[in-house]
């Protein structure tokens, strides 16, 4: 498995932008395939977009879609989430995971990644 851990969450105002990075350990990252996932308080975990091993295929979300991108740099063994436009809406624990078998092009379970980092906090102030 992959060990993963998130920053770059935080408070931000309604209109503005952050940037989620998820580092992750060991040398198998390239053949993984990412998600970005989040957490209101009182709601189930919600698929936000997924990117495939190689990034050549990318999902997103309707309710983030023209307002969030997804990027990895394999050399870098990480993945990001550019948020931008944020929304109260948007404030949730996000958390990002790994899958071996994930293609990128679907919305997939929450049950298809088998590792999880531990969150990062973003709050969307109106």
């Known amino acids: 498995q992959v060990q993963l851990v998130e920053s770059g969450g935080g408070l931000v105002q309604a209109g503005g932008s952050l940037r989620l990075s998820c580092a992750a350990s060991g040398r198998t990252f390239s053949s993984y395939a990412m998600g970005w996932f989040r957490q209101a308080p009182g709601k189930e975990r919600e698929f936000v977009g997924g990117i495939s091993w190689n990034g050549g295929s990318i999902f997103y979300a309707d309710s983030v879609k023209g307002r969030f991108t997804i990027s990895r740099d394999n050399a870098k063994n990480t993945v990001y989430l550019q948020m931008n436009s944020l929304k109260p809406e948007d404030t949730a624990v996000y958390y990002c995971?790994?899958?071996?078998?994930?293609?990128?092009?679907?919305?997939?379970?929450?049950?298809?990644?088998?590792?999880w980092g531990q969150g990062t906090q973003v709050t969307v102030s109106s």
């Open positions: 995971a790994a899958s071996r078998g994930y293609s990128g092009r679907y919305y997939p379970h929450p049950n298809a990644f088998g590792s």
